[in-house]
């Protein structure tokens, strides 16, 4: 076996390493930086140039090497190499070849670009081990562009109406996201402020992102008519959400597909915006790796692995301590897978 | 089906109601007469009769989206909605049109006509030509509850400002078996009202809940106090030498209870009573699950009619002389009932629910704690002087419940709920020990916060022992508060009783599985008070 799974993660024998291990190891191989993927305590991490600032702004103090993607390093008897998962800037998929046998994992991933994060590359692999957090048909992603124009068209409106937008969004990618596809012109955006620790992290990596005001006990909420205020979704609904006065809410997120999720959140707009892959990017990603036998880490993971059995791919189900898999929690979590 | 579906869209997209009655108004202003007149229609409950089986779209869909069948029906309980699931799962439109609400609602009725071969193509070629928006509103033509955040009353309200005219008139005008085939926008809604459909109910006025006792509401003797009954609250109308029975939900039930139409011999035409309508024996009502074996019912059996026969406990009357009584006082409503119904023989299928007398508060609250022996729920109490108003008002009508039976039972299985609760457990069967054996008694869906409904998800994810289709089999470990109104013999029931309203009171936390009531505990609860 290239990788096993263990109590503490995936683990690679041939080079002694584990890759997003969920408890405490000696060396960590990380995808990328969200919280159930980049875990604190572990002696030494790896992870790519672009993933590192914020792992260490979320981490602190930690041992970190760096690689670029696709350069391929030798790890005792592994051949191991980062190349790009298109989920948030510096995210990887991590490929793993032991005695001419090559294993993927994958991460989290999407498959369609988004502008900021360096595009997802399919590696031919012989086992690929996948999430599936959104791995049923009735998901299906439009196209950024699309999806743009519903949130500016929102925002706009708002500005119009003379109401501020509140829009409720993952601190760590999903908001730079939001941030880099807003129009503007439209009018000042305001940023939740562990939002901004994050913007000022990827700007110093060189990450473009418009201009931002930190909302910080001192600034006049009111005196910014028409702003986009960007906060983390546990923010809408709280006292301080309600400085901003009259507002409309929203929340971007794969989950927003669903009517009854919408509903339930209680949020004017819920925008479809995921920085997983839908159904279909999940086929296609899958077929690309030319993979044959298929692991599943977390989602739909029953539905999905049987749809793979169904389709002649060699898959199973295998247990992590990645999230995605409670819809509630994920709301807020789908950002933190 | 544009402007429809954009109407949908403003109303679905807000959470608060004045943009959502906004919305509504101006659709009412703009619309065409048949369009709109559809729209009041489907937001007031009425929809095209089902042409096409739920079997058959699932089917269709999955075949069109290529995808297998029990792919589909894994999904569908991740979305909840049939309509939905489907709208999301087909492939995208090929083709735009725009056709009306009433061309698509007269393309299902034709459906009707022809054989279940010819019903395909005819909504494959509807789901290709939608955008999704659509599709989802056609597919909820098709498998009805229309159910989309506009209640019948903020309907009401939108078109009360969109054409002028007072809600309260509207409210009674959508009442009754008006159909758009058998109006038109102009007569419902424009022409003057003659008081052409003599079948029409009022609205019902609905009563709320008191939590915290009376003192709050006064001096005593503004005040009259009836049993709180535990049956079908309907209005029975005689007029033009007819009668008519009418549920709250707006539901005919003139040829369920058969026994009523006896009424036309004791009460003159031009009358409309409300009341309770119970089973009752022996001068006193029967529990409710006599009455549950009338209920969905269209014709009934002559054995039933013997063992479960109804009447109607009435406690108000609306219509008098043919003349509407609403706006009097309710004393005087009620005295003017006692006096029509109190000299009425034995058998008449009618009575007045009788008032209860008291002097204190005190005095009231301790009848109230004899209610389960007058088979009754609680109290009603009315305000002497209030008119009777639509729809659920606060301040002149109220509900003293009991409080409610409880047991400590343990959750076994979980099932994931539909529409806003869907992709969440919160449909659970529970069970009370007999022996060593945990035997299911009741299912319960409610009671809990969004939180605790997160919580316990999760945990059923983690602590799934085996699947049975939907149904997920739990470890036992959860002690649940389950309180009820009442309790029954069910031979239906493994445990051999049936609960009335079950809910989750609490979640006991602090109770280990041991610590769960026993089959012998309900079968004791049935004793006293079944």
């Known amino acids: 076996m290239v990788l096993e799974f263990t109590e503490r993660g995936i683990y690679c024998p041939a080079g002694d390493f584990f890759i997003d291990p969920w408890r405490p190891v000696d060396r960590a191989l990380i995808t990328h930086g969200h919280a159930d993927h980049a875990r604190p305590g572990h002696a030494r991490y790896l992870s790519t140039h672009a993933a590192a600032p914020v792992m260490r702004h979320r981490l602190g103090e930690i041992v970190i090497e760096t690689v670029g993607y696709g350069e391929a390093l030798r790890i005792g008897n592994a051949t191991v190499s ?256 | 089906m544009k402007r429809f579906a954009a109407l949908f869209q403003q109303v679905d997209q807000t959470t608060k109601i004045n943009p959502k009655v906004a919305a509504l108004a101006a659709y009412f202003r703009e619309a065409p007469d048949d369009d709109r007149l559809w729209t009041v229609a489907l937001f007031s409950g009425r929809r095209p009769r089902r042409a096409v089986t739920t079997t ?121 078996d008006w159909t758009p085939e058998t109006t038109t926008w102009h007569e419902l809604i424009v022409a003057e009202d003659a008081g052409a459909n003599l079948s029409r109910p009022y609205p019902f006025y609905l009563a709320h809940q008191l939590d915290d006792g009376p003192e709050a509401l006064g001096e005593p003797s503004d005040w009259r106090a009836e049993w709180k009954w535990d049956g079908i ?110 000299s009425l023989p034995e058998d008449a ?29 609680g109290l009603m109490l009315k305000r002497a002087r209030s008119p009777y108003l639509s729809g659920r008002k606060k301040g002149d009508w109220w509900k003293w419940k009991l409080d409610p039976l409880t047991v400590d039972a343990v959750m076994i299985y979980a099932q994931q709920g539909h529409g806003r609760r869907a992709n969440l457990f919160t449909d659970f069967t529970f069970a009370v020990w007999q022996g060593n054996d945990l035997v299911p008694f009741t299912k319960a869906y409610s009671g809990l916060t969004d939180a605790e409904f997160r919580q316990i998800t999760g945990w059923v994810r983690k602590n799934t022992q085996a699947r049975f289709g939907p149904v997920r089999q739990v470890t036992p470990e959860h002690v649940f508060e389950i309180a009820f109104e009442g309790i029954h013999e069910s031979p239906r029931h493994k445990s051999g009783v049936a609960l009335r309203f079950p809910r989750m009171s609490r979640w006991r936390h602090d109770k280990t599985v041991q610590e769960a009531n026993t089959l012998d505990d309900l079968k004791e609860m049935l004793r006293q008070y079944g």
Not at chain 1, 85 to 91: R, Y
Not at chain 1, 112 to 117: E, F, L, V, W
Not at chain 2, 117 to 126: C, F, G, S, Y
Request: hydrophobic share 45%; charged share 25%.
């Open chain 1, 82 to 337: 980062f190349h790009p998962a298109g989920h948030v800037p510096g995210s990887a998929q991590i490929r793993v070849e032991v005695a001419g046998e090559v294993w993927v994992v994958s991460g989290d991933y999407k498959v369609a670009p988004d502008g900021m994060s360096e595009p997802f590359e399919p590696v031919r692999c012989h086992a690929f081990i996948s999430e599936c957090t959104f791995g049923l048909p009735v998901f299906k992603w439009a196209p950024q562009d699309e999806v743009a124009a519903e949130i500016n068209a929102w925002w706009a409106g708002n500005a119009a109406a003379g109401r501020a937008s509140i829009l409720g969004a993952y601190s760590l990618g999903k908001a730079q996201r939001l941030l880099s596809i807003l129009e503007p012109d439209i009018g000042p955006i305001l940023t939740h402020g562990a939002i901004e620790n994050t913007n000022a992290v990827m700007r110093d990596q060189g990450l473009a992102l418009p201009d931002t005001l930190r909302v910080t006990p001192d600034l006049d909420a009111k005196a910014h008519p028409g702003a986009l205020v960007m906060a983390p979704p546990s923010a809408l609904g709280s006292s301080w959400a309600r400085r901003f006065g009259p507002a409309s809410t929203a929340f971007a997120s794969g989950w927003m597909r669903l009517r009854g999720v919408r509903r339930r959140r209680a949020a004017d707009r819920g925008f479809v915006m995921s920085d997983h892959a839908d159904w279909a990017g999940l086929n296609s990603a899958i077929r690309e790796t030319g993979a044959e036998r298929i692991l599943v880490t977390h989602g739909y993971t029953e539905i999905f692995a049987k749809w793979l059995r169904s389709e002649g791919y060699d898959a199973d189900i295998v247990a992590t301590g990645f999230e995605g898999e409670s819809l509630d929690a994920s709301e807020d979590a789908e950002a933190t897978s």
């Open chain 2, 56 to 176: 058959r779209l699932r089917e269709w869909a999955a075949e069109r989206a290529g995808i297998p069948l029990w792919l589909f029906e894994e999904a569908y309980p991740v979305v909840g909605d049939l309509a939905e699931t489907i709208a999301l799962i087909l492939p995208p439109n090929t083709r735009e049109t725009d056709l009306g609400l009433r061309h698509w609602i007269n393309t299902l009725r034709g459906l009707s006509d022809v054989t279940e071969e010819e019903r395909k193509p005819v909504v494959l070629d509807a789901w290709d030509q939608l955008p999704p928006v659509e599709r989802f509103l056609f597919n909820k033509l098709i498998t009805g509850g229309f159910r989309i955040g506009v209640s019948q009353k903020l309907m009401t309200r939108a078109l009360a400002q969109a054409t002028d005219r007072d809600e309260a008139e509207l409210a009674h005008r959508l009442m009754g």
């Open chain 2, 233 to 342: 609250r309907g209005q029975l109308i005689l007029r033009g030498g007819e009668h008519h029975v009418w549920s709250r939900g707006e539901e005919l039930m003139t040829h369920r209870f058969p026994e009523l139409a006896r009424a036309r011999d004791f009460v003159p035409d031009g009358t409309v009573l409300d009341g309770e309508i119970l089973a009752f024996a022996g001068g006193q009502p029967l529990p409710f699950n006599a009455l549950q074996k009338r209920i969905g019912r269209k014709t009934v059996p002559k054995a039933l009619l013997r063992d479960a026969p109804v009447i109607l406990y009435a406690y108000d009357l609306l219509e008098w002389q043919g003349q509407d009584m609403r706006d009097r006082p309710f004393a005087e409503r009620r005295a003017q009932l006692d006096a029509l119904l109190q």
């Open chain 2, 349 to 377: 299928p009618l009575r007045a629910s009788p008032l209860i007398e008291f002097d204190s508060w005190a005095d009231l609250a301790a009848t109230r704690q004899n209610a389960r022996d007058a088979h009754a729920e």
